[in-house]
């Protein structure tokens, strides 16, 4: 323990001692409040997605952060019922909830929780308390995006989006409706700072991303109609791999009960995967800015018919991409996760 301890001491250091990667910061645009955050989330499949809601709840507890609502993008209601079992756990029964209900047919799951909702005790009563009542009635996902955004201060909207951009899509192609007369193009560009998104392969690789290609219908709408004026930053597969979140430091790390959504997916779960935290850093550059990435020039990002993003550099251009950083960045990052988990 006292090991571990002054690990964790060294790893905090290093946190603070690290240079800021990125001077460019975006412009809010008139907005000076604190980030308005639209989380899109494929839940059901990779716990980084559930690292990533924590961190959220965490950075709104703190005031750095508001959560307008969760739009869960992988089809099915125990997915949404994931989410409700999340927000009521960590204290956020407010925070409303979107599902896809015209999506990805089908997708892949690599580490089944869609269980988490139906955990039980020993005495038969339910682990986890909800508090929505019935999700057949839950708003569509692009929908509750129409709500919310149509409520909020003009650029004052970050969407942080680490699953499938089905939600996406059909917001953009959406018309006027009785939250707001504009068509999904313009309240986007209206409404929304900054997009976060997990996804894309950039540089040297010429490889299709998984979220992108999962939904390549709806990639094709998202990347033809998202406006250029608005900001995108990419969070390529390759800057999370470098940063494991193990199944034995998870469970470690909650070593205070064992009553945790998380804890029980990865006792009740084959979670031994490889598992790297890829969301969570969506999460992290939506909320504590540029400076602690290193990001690409500015440019603009062409997504072709075989899935591909094809980044083209040009100074005008609306789209960025965090590159992967050092041994000394990963620890930090992962330090950065694992403290919104040890220190409640």
């Known amino acids: 323990m006292k090991r571990l301890f002054t690990r964790l001491c060294l790893v905090a250091i290093c946190i603070s001692l690290l240079p800021s990667c990125s001077d460019e910061q975006i412009e809010?645009?008139?907005?000076?409040?604190?980030?308005?955050?639209?989380?899109?989330?494929?839940?059901?499949?990779?716990?980084?997605?559930?690292?990533?809601?924590?961190?959220?709840?965490?950075?709104?507890?703190q005031k750095r952060c508001e959560i307008l609502g969760i739009v869960v993008d992988r089809m099915g209601e125990q997915n949404a019922a994931i989410a409700d079992v999340m927000n009521t756990y960590f204290g956020h029964h407010d925070i409303p909830i979107g599902l896809e209900r015209a999506g990805v047919e089908n997708p892949k799951v690599w580490i089944d929780y869609s269980g988490l909702p139906e955990y039980r005790n020993p005495d038969g009563t339910y682990m986890f308390e909800r508090v929505v009542s019935d999700y057949s009635a839950l708003p569509d996902g692009w929908k509750l995006y129409r709500q919310l955004l149509a409520a909020q201060p003009d650029h004052s909207v970050s969407i942080v989006s680490v699953g499938f951009v089905t939600s996406l899509a059909q917001l953009l192609k959406s018309e006027g409706d009785n939250f707001?007369?504009?068509?999904?193009?313009?309240?986007?560009?209206?409404?929304?700072?900054?997009?976060?998104?997990?996804?894309?392969?950039?540089?040297?690789?010429?490889?299709?991303?998984?979220?992108?290609?999962?939904?390549?219908?709806?990639?094709?709408?998202f990347f033809s109609l998202w406006p250029t004026d608005v900001d995108i930053i990419f969070s390529p597969g390759e800057v999370g791999d470098a940063i494991e979140y193990k199944p034995e430091q998870v469970i470690g790390d909650i070593s205070w009960t064992d009553i945790h959504p998380i804890k029980q997916v990865y006792m009740n779960c084959d979670c031994n995967t490889g598992q790297k935290m890829w969301d969570p850093l969506a999460v992290i550059n939506a909320v504590l800015g540029n400076k602690l990435f290193y990001l690409s020039e500015r440019g603009t990002v062409q997504y072709t018919a075989d899935s591909l993003t094809l980044f083209h550099p040009n100074p005008k251009g609306n789209c960025r991409y965090q590159l992967p950083g050092d041994s000394l960045w990963a620890d930090a990052m992962l330090w950065r996760i694992r403290k919104s988990v040890i220190m409640l």
Do not use: W
């Open 28 to 61: 809010p645009l008139g907005y000076q409040g604190v980030p308005q955050i639209i989380l899109d989330v494929d839940l059901g499949s990779f716990t980084d997605d559930l690292f990533a809601m924590q961190m959220l709840y965490r950075y709104r507890e």
């Open 180 to 221: 707001s007369p504009l068509n999904g193009v313009e309240l986007v560009r209206r409404k929304v700072r900054c997009a976060y998104v997990m996804g894309g392969v950039f540089g040297e690789s010429a490889e299709s991303d998984y979220n992108f290609s999962q939904a390549y219908t709806f990639s094709k709408d």
